[in-house]
C-alpha cells in the first residue's frame, strides 16, 4: 500500500491505495470521478483520457501512485461555475456524440489537442491527432466538426482578451 | 495485475540501488508497454522503479550536429523539439508518428529502445545513426546494444540514461503501420552523412531491428529510390504472422526504403 497525493480539479486529495491501482481507479472508485471511463483497458480506446500536468495521458496505462504528487484535471473539471467549456459546448451544438461513452475521452483529448495547436487547426489534423480515442457510434465527423468549432471559438476569444 | 511494489527513484544511483534491493524488479519510465503487459499478467515483477523523475536523464542538447537525447525524454518532447528539428528532423516525424499523442506524452526513447519491441520505431533510427546508447555502466554502440527480438545488451540493473549521434546531413524515416494496431509492419530508417548512407529496418526482421546493408551499398553509390529496384530482402529473414507473409513483409521494406529515400 502506498499513499497518494496529488491535486485533481484543484482540489488536493490523498488516498491509500495498493501500488498496482491504476490511476483511473483511484479517480472513479476513491474520488467517485466517475465522468472518467474505462473503455478497452488496452491503452487502445482513449475513453480514459484526463490531463496530467498539462497534458493528456491515458489513465488506464499510468499507476495511481506514478501520478502521486501531479496536478491531473478530469472531464469534472473543465466547466465553470455551471458553464460548459467551450469544447463541451461545441459537442452539444454539434452533436459530437451518440451513446456518450466516448465524450469524456474525445474531449480532454480535444482540449490538449486545441492547446498545442492554438487556432492552426484543421481537419487533417484533428483526424490524425484523434488516433488515440475511439468511437464506435458517430462516424467522427461531427466530433471532428466540434473539435473546429471549438478551436476557432477559443482563438477568438483569446484574440479578444489579447486585444 | 498482480500486486507490485512501486518505489520512485530521485537519481540513477538510487533506482539501481533501488533494483539491488528488489527481488525481481523492473525499470519503469513512461510505462506504455510495462503497464499493458502487467495488466495481462504477461509480467508480474515484484517492485516497480519508477526513473520518470530523474532530472539528469531529461532533456535534449545539440551542439552542432553533436545531438544528445536523455533516456526519460517523451515522445511528444522529441517530436517537438526545434532545436532537433533543425538538424536532425528525420527522428522528430519518426517520434511524433508512435503511437497516438496521449503515448507520446508518457513513452520515452529510453523505454522504447530497452524494451526493443521488434516493432518499435526508434531502433530503425539508433542503427542508422550509429547512435550510442549511454548507460549508467557504459557506452554501448546501437548495432551491439539491440541483440534480438525483445533482447538487449543491458544486463538486469543495467539503466539507459541518454543515446547520442552525429545529425547526418540528411535522413528520413517512412512507415507502414498495421491498420489495426498502429504499430509499424516495416519501418525504414534512411540516413546519409559524410560516412556514407546507413539503413535501419525495424517491423519486419525476426530478430528485431536490423541494417539493410545492401540497400546502404546500392545508395552509397546512387542515391535514389530506384537504386534499390534491383534489390530484394531475404524473406527467410522476415516476421510471418497473420497480418502478414514473410514475403510481404520483405516487399514492404523495400517499399518503404524507397519511400525514406524519395522523401529526403
Not at chain 1, 51 to 61: E, F, I, L, P
Request: one cysteine or more.
Amino acid at each position: 500500500m502506498s499513499k497518494v497525493e496529488m491535486t485533481v480539479n484543484g482540489r488536493a486529495v490523498s488516498g491509500e491505495v495498493e501500488d498496482r491501482t491504476l490511476l483511473v481507479q483511484f479517480l472513479r472508485e476513491n474520488l467517485n470521478l466517475t465522468g472518467t471511463h474505462v473503455g478497452c483497458d488496452t491503452s487502445q480506446c482513449g475513453a480514459c483520457v484526463v490531463h496530467v500536468d498539462g497534458k493528456a495521458v491515458k489513465s488506464c496505462t499510468m499507476l495511481a501512485a506514478q501520478a502521486s504528487g501531479s496536478t491531473v484535471t478530469t472531464i469534472e473539471g473543465l466547466a465553470s461555475g455551471g458553464e460548459l467549456h467551450p469544447v463541451q459546448a461545441a459537442f452539444k451544438e454539434h452533436h459530437g456524440l451518440q451513446c456518450g461513452f466516448c465524450t469524456p475521452g474525445m474531449i480532454m483529448a480535444a482540449t490538449d489537442m486545441i492547446e498545442r495547436h492554438g487556432g492552426k487547426l484543421d481537419e487533417k489534423t484533428v483526424r490524425a491527432e484523434l488516433e488515440g480515442n475511439i468511437c464506435r457510434c458517430t462516424g467522427y465527423h461531427n466530433i471532428v466538426k466540434a473539435i473546429l468549432a471549438a478551436a476557432e471559438e477559443m482563438s477568438g476569444a483569446a484574440k479578444v482578451a489579447a486585444e | 495485475m498482480y500486486e507490485t511494489h512501486y518505489h520512485r527513484a530521485g537519481s540513477v544511483d538510487e533506482a539501481a540501488k533501488l533494483m539491488g534491493e528488489a527481488e525481481s524488479g523492473k525499470y519503469v519510465a513512461g510505462g506504455q508497454t510495462l503497464i499493458p503487459t502487467m495488466k495481462q499478467r504477461l509480467a508480474a515483477p515484484d517492485s516497480l522503479i519508477d526513473l520518470r523523475h530523474i532530472a539528469d536523464m531529461k532533456g535534449i542538447s545539440v551542439s552542432g550536429k553533436d545531438v544528445r537525447i536523455g533516456a526519460g525524454t517523451t515522445h511528444a518532447e522529441v517530436a517537438g523539439s526545434s532545436d532537433l528539428a533543425s538538424v536532425c528532423p528525420g527522428i522528430c516525424s519518426l517520434a511524433g508518428h508512435i503511437g497516438d499523442p496521449h503515448v507520446r506524452h508518457m513513452g520515452t526513447i529510453g523505454g522504447s529502445i530497452s524494451n526493443n519491441d521488434p516493432a518499435a520505431d526508434y531502433p530503425a533510427a539508433m542503427l542508422a545513426l550509429n547512435a550510442t546508447i549511454h548507460t549508467n555502466k557504459r557506452e554501448i554502440a546501437a548495432e551491439e546494444f539491440f541483440v534480438g527480438m525483445f533482447e538487449t545488451a543491458l544486463e538486469e540493473d543495467e539503466i539507459v540514461t541518454a543515446v547520442s549521434f552525429t545529425a547526418p546531413d540528411k535522413c528520413a524515416y517512412s512507415k507502414f503501420p498495421n491498420p489495426a494496431s498502429r504499430y509499424a509492419m516495416a519501418g525504414v530508417f534512411v540516413a546519409k552523412g559524410g560516412d556514407g548512407v546507413r539503413v535501419g529496418v525495424t517491423g519486419a526482421g525476426m530478430d528485431g531491428a536490423f541494417r539493410w546493408s545492401e540497400a546502404e551499398a546500392a545508395l552509397g553509390s546512387d542515391f535514389s529510390a530506384g537504386a534499390l529496384d534491383g534489390l530484394s530482402v531475404d524473406a527467410g529473414d522476415m516476421l510471418e504472422d497473420l497480418h502478414g507473409s514473410a514475403e510481404y513483409r520483405a516487399n514492404l521494406v523495400k517499399v518503404m526504403a524507397k519511400r525514406a529515400v524519395a522523401a529526403i
